[in-house]
T-cell receptor, first 114, second 117 residues
Framework: GQQLNQSPQSMFIQEGEDVSMNCTSSSIFNTWLWYKQDPGEGPVLLIALYKAGELTSNGRLTAQFGITRKDSFLNISASIPSDVGIYFCAGRGAGGTSYGKLTFGQGTILTVHP | GAVVSQHPSWVICKSGTSVKIECRSLDFQATTMFWYRQFPKQSLMLMATSNEGSKATYEQGVEKDKFLINHASLTLSTLTVTSAHPEDSSFYIC?????????????FGPGTRLTVL
């Protein structure tokens, strides 16, 4: 099946620093999504990307859909303590048996020190 | 809008018992619901997809007789873990999609923590 490689696995940063994480895949996706999950909660959608090359911002968050449709990155600028959580990328299948299903990356655990 | 709830939020049961988890779309009609499983510090793994009124489609490796899914109405899907064992302990999360939501929109529930003793 399709797999997403998300990195880094964890990050420990100081408040105010910028953060960058990315996902790569051997398969093509027609949509990339970025979610944040707080402990004991379900994921919450942060940004959705629909076209190759698309760059989208949501407040301090910026994400891009790679030109090859096999990768995406998420940047968080000027981090604050409430940014703490697990960030997941997810790709929506482009075809075959994976069409329409979401495949999730392994997650990036973000810790922000005040 | 687009709120999905799950009940219970956590459950502890003895090995061999069955546990039912409910997933409800509170303010929209969910034509499709998804069930995921998440182990600690790991990713979400899709278990099955259910469309209202039809049988669920299970992912490879997921035992359909072990994880019974019912999507009997447009606002409710249930996951029953039958004869639960300690290895079934996990965080189970549902998500839902409506007719009017975009093809990429899935609204996630808050999850249910299952612990099997």
């Amino acid at each position: 099946g399709q797999q997403l490689n998300q990195s880094p696995q964890s990050m420990f940063i100081q408040e105010g620093e910028d953060v960058s994480m990315n996902c790569t895949s051997s398969s093509i996706f027609n949509t990339w999504l970025w979610y944040k999950q707080d402990p004991g909660e379900g994921p919450v959608l942060l940004i959705a990307l629909y076209k190759a090359g698309e760059l989208t911002s949501n407040g301090r968050l910026t994400a891009q859909f790679g030109i090859t449709r096999k990768d995406s990155f998420l940047n968080i600028s000027a981090s604050i303590p409430s940014d703490v959580g697990i960030y997941f990328c997810a790709g929506r299948g482009a075809g075959g048996t994976s069409y329409g299903k979401l495949t999730f990356g392994q997650g990036t655990i973000l810790t922000v020190h005040p | 809008g687009a709120v999905v709830s799950q009940h219970p939020s956590w459950v502890i049961c003895k090995s061999g018992t069955s546990v039912k988890i409910e997933c409800r779309s509170l303010d929209f009609q969910a034509t499709t619901m998804f069930w995921y499983r998440q182990f600690p510090k790991q990713s979400l793994m899709l278990m099955a997809t259910s469309n209202e009124g039809s049988k669920a489609t299970y992912e490879q490796g997921v035992e359909k007789d072990k994880f019974l899914i019912n999507h009997a109405s447009l606002t409710l899907s249930t996951l029953t873990v039958t004869s639960a064992h300690p290895e079934d302990s996990s965080f189970y999360i549902c998500s839902a999609r409506s007719r009017t939501s975009g093809p990429n929109e899935q609204f996630f529930g808050p999850g249910t923590r299952l612990t099997v003793l």
